[in-house]
């Protein structure tokens, strides 16, 4: 898929339209609280790829680091998840975050979003559902965080 970004044979329009619709699978089909906040981003970004996409279609690097930052400033109007928190917010900021400053390199953000969720083994659970489960327990197995690892997972294989 960021091939055909790069490349330019994804419209920025068509763009939006898949985001639209990994938005609407997050929406109906994941269900709990993770399908919603996915569901929340994935729409968010979309918005923030019309907003900032140039007129030319192409969406460059820029525009997606533009858009992100919207899709996440969107999540946090709906969770009071912060970082650390040891939910999927701590490695999606920490790749938003390294995308902006790394300038928009993604693999590097990646990794960074990877050793954040891998963190998550270590963190106490302020929020979400980690918080009404054993903590004790968790931090003694070094479980990650399910959503945190979602996102990684997501990441990931978007570079696929």
Known sequence: MLAK???GDISG???VRSILSISQVAEEAMGGTSGALYSIFFSGLAQGLQDNAPTNGKVTSEAWGQALSVALAKLYTYTRARPPSRTLVDPLSAFIQSFMTSRN?????????V???EATRDLDP?????AYVE???LKKERIPDPGAW???TILENLAA
């Open 105 to 113: 390199n993604y693999t590097d953000s990646v990794a960074t979003a």
């Open 115 to 117: 050793k954040m969720a």
């Open 135 to 137: 903590g004790d327990r």
């Open 13 to 15: 329009d068509d763009l």
């Open 150 to 152: 979602g996102v990684k």
């Open 5 to 7: 970004i790069k490349s």
């Open 126 to 130: 302020k929020v979400g559902r980690s």
